[in-house]
């Protein structure tokens, strides 16, 4: 099992190269932007979760659909840059907390609104 410092720190280096391999070798249309939220490994380092938002939001089935269909690619070449064995098998994911962030917000910006009424 992996110390916490180790695996907080494989998740950023995941994040960061998937960031690279999907800019380069993952075909979006121009007008879609993804952007990988966040990564979480499990403790023992065999899996990880990619969490994924898209702009505009009703991309965002599209876009994990795309991701999904290239994932062995994606794995391989993570597989490829990363000094670290076993590499994570990743999984991706569509991240709902951003989204939940914002309708909190949305809430308590018309509480505000309501009270100053």
Known sequence: MAQPIRIQKIEELIKRELGVIIRKEV????????????????????????????????????????????????????NRKLPIRPVPKIHFFIDVVEEDAQNIESILTNIKIDEHE
């Open 27 to 78: 075909d979006f249309k121009k007008e879609n932007f993804l952007t990988i939220t966040r990564v979480k490994a499990n403790r023992t380092l065999q899996a990880a979760r990619v969490f994924i938002t898209a702009f505009p939001p009703s991309m965002e089935a599209n876009a994990l659909n795309i991701l999904n269909r290239n994932v062995f690619r994606i794995q391989s070449i993570l």
